[in-house]
């Protein structure tokens, strides 16, 4: 049996770990021809996937990364924006240094990979954008989020203007808004709390399960099902939203 992305070429970042790799395995599991990119390449291993190491800050290293893709598969069918990184804090923690980090890698490094492959999605009419925000957004504020959530509201908004900008030209740009993710990442912010607050990290871990309604955190894959069906053709009359996957923490 076919797969729901048969033949389609995918390219998704930040595919070394959690939702990207839980992505970009998916995305390969239904027939699309994956790239993976990832600042740290031997995160990739093991992806069935056309593997490169790509540093989505760098307008100079996507440009020739473009190239490359476009020499080897042509146009894109689909490019998932994965990159992005979590900033712990309030208004008066975070620097200028924290705020222009937050926002280069989290809203203009979509910027730049849209920017770089939408004009050849443009030239065969067809093509689908999912990027990854949160619902830490403008959906729900929540405690020492602050750049993060505006970052994340921001990558909203552009999904938005990407949407109505190109609608007519067989574009669609949807947004996928999780909620707290099982993931290396959120191991990572949960030592870091640790650390900071002097609290020991299964505490800090039950203060993340227990702000979600079911009582449990999500799992990439559960985000990855989304992202492929926003990425398929089952969701061709979809396009400019934000589509929570969040256990209900936005009720």
Same mark, same amino acid.
């Given at each position: 049996?076919?797969?729901?992305?048969?033949?389609?070429?995918?390219?998704?970042?930040?595919?070394?770990?959690?939702?990207?790799?839980?992505?970009?395995?998916?995305?390969?599991?239904?027939?699309?021809?994956?790239?993976?990119?990832?600042?740290?390449?031997?995160?990739?291993?093991? /992806?069935?996937?056309?593997?490169?190491? /790509?540093?989505?800050?760098?307008?100079?290293?996507?440009?020739?990364?473009?190239?490359?893709?476009?020499? !080897? *598969?042509?146009?894109?069918?689909?490019?998932?924006? =994965?990159?992005?990184?979590?900033?712990?804090?309030?208004?008066?923690? =975070?620097?200028?240094?924290?705020?222009?980090?937050? *926002?280069?890698?989290?809203?203009?490094?979509?910027?730049?990979?849209?920017?770089? *492959?939408?004009?050849?999605?443009? !030239?065969?009419?067809?093509?689908?954008?999912?990027?990854?925000?949160?619902?830490?957004?403008?959906?729900?504020?929540?405690?020492?989020?602050? @750049?993060?959530?505006?970052?994340?509201?921001?990558?909203?908004? /552009?999904?938005?203007?990407?949407?109505?900008? *190109?609608?007519?030209?067989?574009?669609? =740009?949807?947004? @996928? =808004?999780?909620?707290?993710? !099982?993931?290396?990442?959120?191991?990572?912010?949960?030592?870091?709390?640790?650390?900071?607050?002097?609290?020991?990290?299964?505490?800090?871990?039950?203060?993340?399960?227990?702000?979600?309604?079911?009582?449990? /955190?999500?799992?990439?894959?559960? @985000?990855?099902?989304?992202?492929?069906?926003?990425?398929?053709?089952?969701?061709?009359?979809?396009?400019?939203?934000?589509?929570?996957?969040?256990?209900?923490?936005?009720?």
């Amino acid at each position: 049996m076919a797969g729901r992305l048969e033949n389609k070429v995918a390219l998704v970042t930040a595919a070394g770990q959690g939702i990207g790799r839980a992505i970009a395995e998916k995305f390969a599991e239904q027939g699309a021809k994956v790239i993976a990119t990832d600042l740290d390449p031997n995160k990739l291993k093991g /992806l069935r996937a056309r593997l490169r190491k /790509l540093d989505v800050r760098s307008q100079d290293d996507i440009e020739a990364f473009a190239r490359e893709v476009s020499r !080897e *598969f042509g146009a894109l069918d689909i490019l998932v924006n =994965c990159a992005g990184y979590v900033h712990q804090g309030t208004v008066l923690d =975070c620097t200028d240094r924290d705020w222009d980090l937050s *926002f280069d890698l989290n809203v203009k490094s979509m910027h730049r990979m849209i920017r770089t *492959f939408l004009p050849g999605m443009l !030239e065969k009419k067809s093509g689908s954008i999912v990027n990854i925000s949160s619902t830490v957004s403008s959906i729900r504020g929540v405690p020492d989020r602050y @750049v993060y959530g505006a970052t994340k509201a921001a990558v909203i908004g /552009l999904t938005k203007a990407v949407a109505a900008d *190109f609608i007519k030209q067989g574009i669609r =740009c949807n947004a @996928v =808004c999780p909620g707290t993710i !099982e993931s290396p990442s959120l191991g990572e912010r949960i030592m870091v709390v640790s650390r900071e607050t002097g609290r020991p990290p299964d505490m800090v871990r039950r203060s993340f399960v227990d702000r979600q309604p079911m009582g449990r /955190l999500g799992t990439p894959e559960e @985000v990855a099902w989304l992202a492929l069906f926003l990425a398929s053709d089952e969701a061709s009359y979809m396009t400019g939203q934000a589509h929570l996957v969040d256990g209900g923490m936005a009720l």
